[in-house]
């Protein structure tokens, strides 16, 4: 393999190749959620709460992480940033293979948590460095469709892992060693004039307060996107429970259903250009109405198998458009030096709502004197519909689409 690492004399599909391979891993810290149950029974000492929170302690790490990256970006170029990040990543998440206690494997996942942090605003920080336009939101499609890719082979490799032994599944972290390889080989440096750019643009940054970092807008879309994370979880924690507790399936079907949330998620990426394309500003109302409509039929007309892997599917679709309509819509609408800072607050968004999303869902089902099961997922859907529903008024009132090169030049 050549070591060409200048993006204007690369190949198109190598530079497409190498920027969407920085995600691959970007949605599979869960890979390990298939050994809880054998882990609860090695460790009777350790509450089954404790070890469920193993899965989830590396979102809480991408919300102290994602802003660390955006400051560290205009200082270190983002190419030695992604090199220190999946090193982190490997080390971290393949290290509990050699540990028989539990402190040391949640240290793990901490430090995985640390490479996600970066690696994951990296990956979407690098889109616009070398795409703009049509192009640019059919690049942030793909990137979510790459994640679900890295994803689904992942939490597979884990399940089949844990098979043999609970501590093989964390073998499955290193699956991105590959991604490591290429990156070094490939992944060209931040360019000269992007870095000056960002130097100049760093004294700006650090004379603005912090809240006025992100303007009105920015800042409304980040609390926005908070809910609906939070809420987008309430169908993965509730599908097994509805399917085993009412008789319509077992764990493997609900396993299925969860595989299909993430099959219809990589279709959505793959298809988010051509319906930003279709839909301009809009396209982050339909992907939440979508998903929400999904839940919606889950929670009130699901009662066979085949309607749940519809409902599923149909969710993880709109979930599908719904990550990168974020991402490409903050970039537009905040101020342009902040655009960096803007993804990452993003980030930290749904890395913190994915992190306290049971207990938020606990003291609604408390607050409502509701059960788990159906009426989480029917607060999702509400919760989603309205959300999509508030932000397409929102961008008409705004001017829509007429207004959109206007809003890309917002101070």
Same mark, same amino acid.
């Given at each position: 393999?050549?070591?060409?690492?200048?993006?204007?004399?690369?190949?198109?599909?190598?530079?497409?190749?190498?920027?969407?391979?920085?995600?691959?891993?970007?949605?599979?810290?869960?890979?390990?959620?298939?050994?809880?149950?054998?882990?609860?029974?090695?460790?009777?000492?350790?509450?089954?709460?404790?070890?469920?929170?193993?899965?989830?302690?590396?979102?809480?790490?991408?919300?102290?992480?994602?802003?660390?990256?955006?400051?560290?970006?205009?200082?270190?170029?983002?190419?030695?940033?992604?090199?220190?990040?999946?090193?982190?990543?490997?080390?971290?998440?393949?290290?509990?293979?050699?540990?028989?206690?539990?402190?040391?494997?949640?240290?793990?996942?901490?430090?995985?948590?640390?490479?996600?942090?970066?690696?994951?605003?990296?990956?979407?920080?690098?889109?616009?460095?070398?795409?703009?336009?049509?192009?640019?939101?059919?690049?942030?499609?793909?990137?979510?469709?790459? !994640?679900?890719? #890295? @994803?689904? =082979? *992942?939490?597979?490799?884990?399940?089949?892992?844990? &098979?043999?032994?609970?501590?093989?599944? $964390?073998?499955?972290?290193?699956?991105?060693?590959?991604?490591?390889?290429?990156?070094?080989?490939?992944?060209?440096?931040?360019?000269?004039?992007?870095?000056?750019?960002?130097?100049?643009?760093?004294?700006?940054?650090?004379?603005?307060?912090?809240?006025?970092?992100?303007?009105?807008?920015?800042?409304?879309?980040?609390?926005?996107?908070?809910?609906?994370?939070?809420?987008?979880?309430?169908?993965?924690?509730?599908?097994?429970?509805?399917?085993e507790g009412e008789q319509i399936g077992n764990a493997a079907n609900a396993g299925i259903?969860?595989?299909?949330?993430?099959?219809?998620?990589?279709?959505?990426?793959?298809?988010?250009?051509?319906?930003? !394309?279709?839909? #301009? @500003?809009? =396209? *982050?109302?339909?992907?939440?109405?979508?998903?929400? &409509?999904?839940?919606?039929?889950?929670? $009130?007309?699901?009662?066979?198998?085949?309607?749940?892997?519809?409902?599923?599917?149909?969710?993880?679709?709109?979930?599908?458009?719904?990550?990168?309509?974020?991402?490409?819509?903050?970039?537009?609408?905040?101020?342009?030096?902040?655009?960096?800072?803007?993804?990452?607050?993003?980030?930290?968004?749904?890395?913190?709502?994915?992190?306290?999303?049971?207990?938020?869902?606990?003291?609604?089902?408390?607050?409502?004197?509701?059960?788990?099961?159906?009426?989480?997922?029917?607060?999702?859907?509400?919760v989603l519909i309205a959300a999509g529903v508030i932000v397409a008024v929102t961008f008409?009132?705004?001017?829509?689409?007429?207004?959109?090169?206007?809003?890309?030049?917002?101070?």
């Amino acid at each position: 393999m050549a070591l060409n690492r200048d993006s204007k004399t690369m190949g198109t599909f190598m530079l497409k190749f190498v920027v969407l391979a920085v995600g691959v891993q970007d949605v599979s810290s869960g890979a390990a959620a298939a050994a809880i149950a054998p882990m609860i029974a090695e460790f009777p000492s350790v509450s089954p709460t404790n070890i469920q929170l193993m899965v989830t302690l590396p979102n809480l790490m991408v919300v102290f992480m994602a802003p660390i990256f955006a400051a560290l970006s205009t200082k270190i170029d983002i190419r030695k940033l992604v090199i220190f990040a999946l090193i982190c990543f490997l080390a971290g998440g393949a290290s509990p293979v050699f540990f028989d206690t539990f402190p040391p494997i949640m240290i793990g996942r901490i430090i995985l948590g640390i490479g996600s942090g970066i690696t994951i605003p990296a990956a979407i920080s690098l889109i616009p460095m070398f795409w703009d336009g049509h192009e640019k939101d059919t690049m942030m499609g793909w990137h979510m469709t790459m !994640g679900c890719i #890295g @994803g689904i =082979a *992942m939490q597979t490799l884990g399940g089949y892992l844990t &098979l043999v032994d609970w501590h093989y599944c $964390f073998l499955a972290y290193l699956f991105p060693v590959w991604v490591l390889i290429l990156i070094i080989l490939k992944l060209p440096s931040t360019p000269k004039e992007y870095m000056n750019a960002k130097n100049a643009q760093n004294e700006e940054i650090k004379k603005a307060p912090f809240l006025k970092r992100l303007n009105l807008k920015s800042w409304a879309l980040v609390i926005i996107y908070f809910v609906v994370t939070v809420f987008i979880c309430t169908m993965p924690m509730n599908i097994s429970i509805i399917l085993e507790g009412e008789q319509i399936g077992n764990a493997a079907n609900a396993g299925i259903a969860l595989s299909l949330f993430t099959a219809g998620a990589l279709v959505g990426g793959l298809v988010f250009g051509f319906v930003k !394309g279709l839909a #301009g @500003g809009y =396209a *982050m109302a339909l992907a939440l109405i979508i998903n929400g &409509l999904g839940y919606a039929i889950l929670a $009130f007309g699901a009662f066979s198998i085949p309607v749940v892997y519809f409902c599923t599917l149909l969710s993880g679709f709109g979930m599908g458009m719904l990550i990168p309509s974020y991402y490409t819509r903050v970039s537009e609408i905040a101020p342009k030096i902040f655009a960096t800072v803007s993804i990452s607050f993003v980030v930290a968004a749904q890395g913190l709502g994915n992190f306290i999303s049971p207990q938020i869902l606990a003291g609604v089902n408390a607050m409502f004197r509701q059960d788990v099961g159906r009426f989480p997922i029917i607060a999702g859907a509400v919760v989603l519909i309205a959300a999509g529903v508030i932000v397409a008024v929102t961008f008409a009132l705004s001017g829509g689409n007429n207004k959109r090169n206007k809003e890309l030049n917002i101070a």
